[in-house]
């Protein structure tokens, strides 16, 4: 539920084919393809290898987003629904919250305990404003890429909120692929982007775990990570500036 592929997320080295070759010799029933702020990745596997998917997998749409205030946040939205605001990274977490109920679509925040500026429970917004929990439709509970402790407090979250609880590896490199899950009852069929949400929406529940993927870029370079972070900070938010205009446009023509 959590996946990076390189025909749409920039610092993934996997190949969309690649990755469902692996997930589904792995015993994976199904992929949700989540990359940053950009839906070319699903694009690029629909143009290019639909065919090629094996009967008893499935490729469903979604979207890492990149809030201005809140951090990321996965998203899926409708089969038939295509916004293209939601690839212009820097809404503020109310505003795309809005919009995705609005529209149909469902979303939680990504690794909510991880990182600074990336991770909703590590940015400003929740010490003020607490009761944005109320708009989650489910919480990423497991990442692999992250530490065992910040999976435990978003577990508490979900519990705490009734939401439903997601686990994903949030893979960039094939070595990561599968070391996430989230497993649905065996009655229940996930077909499309709209059974997921109408399962989720309805209170469906979900089991969620893995293994951690101990080969990060943080496990690599240790203490200096926290330039890394505050450099991604910088280059968000100067995105987020570059596309505001298109933003506006965007907002203005929507229903």
Same mark, same amino acid.
């Given at each position: 539920?959590? /996946?990076?592929?390189?025909?749409?997320?920039?610092?993934?080295?996997?190949?969309?084919?690649?990755?469902? %070759?692996? @997930?589904? *010799? &792995?015993?994976?029933?199904?992929?949700?393809?989540?990359?940053? =702020?950009s839906y070319k990745g699903y694009r690029a596997w629909r143009k290019e290898h639909k065919d090629e998917c094996p009967e008893d997998f499935v490729v469903l749409r979604g979207i890492e987003y990149d809030t201005i205030d809140a951090g990321h946040?996965?998203?899926? $939205?409708?089969?038939?629904? !295509?916004?293209?605001?939601? *690839?212009?990274?820097? @809404?503020?977490?109310?505003?795309? $919250?809005?919009?995705?109920? &609005?529209?149909?679509?469902?979303?939680?925040?990504?690794?909510?305990?991880?990182? %600074?500026?990336?991770?909703?429970?590590?940015?400003?917004?929740?010490k003020y404003h607490k009761h944005i929990t109320r708009g989650f439709d489910f919480v990423e509970c497991f990442n692999a890429c992250i530490a065992e402790t910040a999976n435990e407090e978003a577990v508490a979250v979900a519990k705490e909120y009734?939401?439903?609880?997601?686990?994903?590896? =949030?893979?960039?490199? *094939?070595? /990561?692929?599968?070391?996430?899950?989230?497993?649905?009852?065996?009655?229940?069929?996930? !077909?499309?982007?709209?059974? @997921?949400?109408?399962?989720? +929406? /309805?209170?469906?529940?979900?089991? /969620?775990?893995?293994?951690?993927?101990?080969?990060?870029? +943080? =496990? &690599?370079?240790?203490?200096?990570?926290?330039?890394?972070?505050?450099?991604?900070?910088?280059?968000? +938010?100067?995105?987020?500036?570059?596309?505001? %205009?298109?933003?506006?446009? *965007? @907002?203005?023509?929507? =229903?």
């Open positions: 539920m959590h /996946c990076h592929v390189k025909e749409g997320s920039p610092d993934s080295k996997v190949a969309i084919a690649d990755a469902v %070759r692996i @997930l589904h *010799e &792995k015993g994976f029933s199904g992929m949700l393809v989540t990359d940053h =702020d946040f996965i998203v899926i $939205m409708p089969s038939n629904v !295509k916004l293209k605001i939601l *690839e212009l990274r820097g @809404l503020p977490v109310y505003i795309l $919250m809005d919009i995705v109920h &609005k529209h149909g679509g469902i979303l939680g925040p990504a690794h909510p305990f991880g990182e %600074r500026y990336l991770s909703i429970f590590r940015t400003g917004i929740y009734g939401n439903a609880m997601f686990g994903g590896s =949030d893979f960039h490199k *094939e070595d /990561c692929i599968g070391m996430g899950y989230t497993e649905f009852p065996e009655n229940i069929s996930i !077909k499309t982007e709209d059974d @997921l949400i109408k399962y989720i +929406k /309805c209170g469906g529940e979900t089991v /969620c775990g893995g293994e951690r993927y101990t080969k990060t870029t +943080k =496990d &690599k370079i240790g203490k200096f990570n926290h330039v890394l972070i505050q450099g991604f900070w910088v280059y968000n +938010k100067g995105l987020g500036a570059a596309r505001r %205009r298109k933003r506006v446009k *965007e @907002l203005k023509h929507m =229903d």
